[in-house]
C-alpha cells in the first residue's frame, strides 16, 4: 500500500474516532443534564 493512501485511511480513522468521541461527549452531557433537572 503506498504511503499517501496510507495516510489518508488513518486521517480517516482519526475523524471517525473524533466524531465517535463528540457524539458520546454529547450523549454522556444529555444523561448529567437529565441527572440534574430531575434533582432539582
Same mark, same amino acid.
Given at each position: 500500500m503506498?504511503?499517501?493512501k496510507r495516510d489518508e485511511m488513518s486521517? *480517516? /480513522? +482519526? *475523524?471517525h474516532e473524533v466524531a465517535m468521541q463528540r457524539k458520546e461527549n454529547k450523549e454522556? $452531557? *444529555?444523561n448529567v /443534564?437529565?441527572?440534574i +433537572? $430531575?434533582?432539582k
Amino acid at each position: 500500500m503506498p504511503q499517501g493512501k496510507r495516510d489518508e485511511m488513518s486521517m *480517516k /480513522d +482519526t *475523524k471517525h474516532e473524533v466524531a465517535m468521541q463528540r457524539k458520546e461527549n454529547k450523549e454522556a $452531557n *444529555k444523561n448529567v /443534564d437529565s441527572l440534574i +433537572t $430531575n434533582r432539582k
